[in-house]
């Protein structure tokens, strides 16, 4: 197999909101929070006029798009027994993507994450990771990680004990491993975990510009490409409207964003990117092939609704 991603399995739940959605409701554009009670959760959600459920999950977003540019890859996430359950394995089975739990009826539901999109297109996100946030290393099997060429793992798993154990295992028994560093909470609740990951750990991390200069404590982006070169690590960075950027070794590569797009959700930008990058990582393309790939998914995809094409 090429590529197993391991991360949370969530079903999106998305919804268009206005600006004072977001403020009445205490979040913060552009974020994820993380909903620890469902009646918080239902609380919010009431009310609100659902555009689109599918099957969601950062990592799982990439393998989706990875599966769909032909790629033989497998998924590792928790799920329980229940509708949400039964419709986020169908969904994956649907996109050819190996699904590897075997799902029974837990003490949580299945996790849910409530995508709210602003009119200027900006996600904000309200997780209640369910099941999802109880993956632990029972749920790993090692034989099929060792069989992947590269492991694909997502910052979130840190958010909760269990599920760091089952990041942990990957790790040690992976042949290659990339990792997106999530969202920028993400990155200030971990600094110094992420900060190891990115310098000992990892062959490949994906960060957005925010969430790497925040992990390297800058706000001068040449400071981050010196950072990255300083590891001589495989450092990729998306950068909004102004591209991205691949660093490894003395190696700097960008690429322009694609202009003139009709924006319509930002959700699974990175994500799609990340797909893009990896399709080209692991099929030996060069590192410009490598970001266009990635700037193509990315621009597809925030031309719809919904972070999977």
């Known amino acids: 197999m090429k590529i197993l991603g391991i991360g949370n399995a969530i079903i999106d739940v998305i919804c268009k909101v ?3 959605f977001i403020t009445k409701n205490n979040l913060t554009k552009g974020t994820m929070k993380l909903i620890f009670d469902d009646i918080e959760f239902k609380k919010i959600l009431a009310n609100l006029k659902i555009e689109k459920t599918v ?3 950062s990592v799982a977003n990439s393998i989706v798009g990875l599966s769909q540019l032909k790629n033989d890859v497998g998924f590792i996430g928790k799920v329980s027994d229940d509708d949400f359950g039964k419709k986020y394995e169908e969904g ?3 996109e050819n993507v190996k699904y590897f739990y075997e799902k029974k009826k837990e003490n949580l539901p ?6 709210l999109v602003t009119p200027d297109s900006e996600r904000t996100m309200c997780t209640f990771l369910g099941i999802a946030g109880k993956i632990n290393e029972n749920d790993v099997d090692e034989h099929i990680i060792k069989k992947s060429e590269l492991i694909f793992l997502e910052g979130y798993l840190w958010d909760e004990g269990e599920p760091k154990k089952a990041f942990e295992k990957a790790i040690k028994n992976s042949n290659k491993v990339a990792m997106s560093l999530s969202d920028l909470f ?5 600094k110094q975990n992420f900060l190891k990951l990115v310098k000992e750990q990892l062959d490949l991390t994906f960060a957005n510009e925010n969430e790497i200069m925040t992990l390297i404590n800058t706000k001068n982006f040449n400071e981050v490409i010196a950072f990255a070169r300083e590891i001589k690590k495989h450092v990729v960075i998306t950068r909004g409207n102004k591209g991205a950027v691949s660093i490894f070794g003395n190696k700097v590569v960008e690429v322009n964003a694609n202009k003139n797009l009709s924006i319509k959700d930002l959700t699974g930008a990175g994500d799609l990117f990340a797909a893009g990058y990896l399709h080209g990582f692991i099929n030996n393309l060069s590192t410009e092939q ?3 790939k990635g700037t193509e998914l990315s621009s597809k995809v925030i031309q719809q609704i919904g972070a999977r094409l």
């Open 18 to 20: 206005e600006e004072s």
């Open 110 to 115: 299945t996790g849910t994450c409530l995508i």
């Open 290 to 292: 490598c970001l266009a």
């Open 92 to 94: 994956l089975k649907e």
């Open 55 to 57: 099957s969601g999950g």
């Open 186 to 190: 993400c990155v200030e609740r971990h």
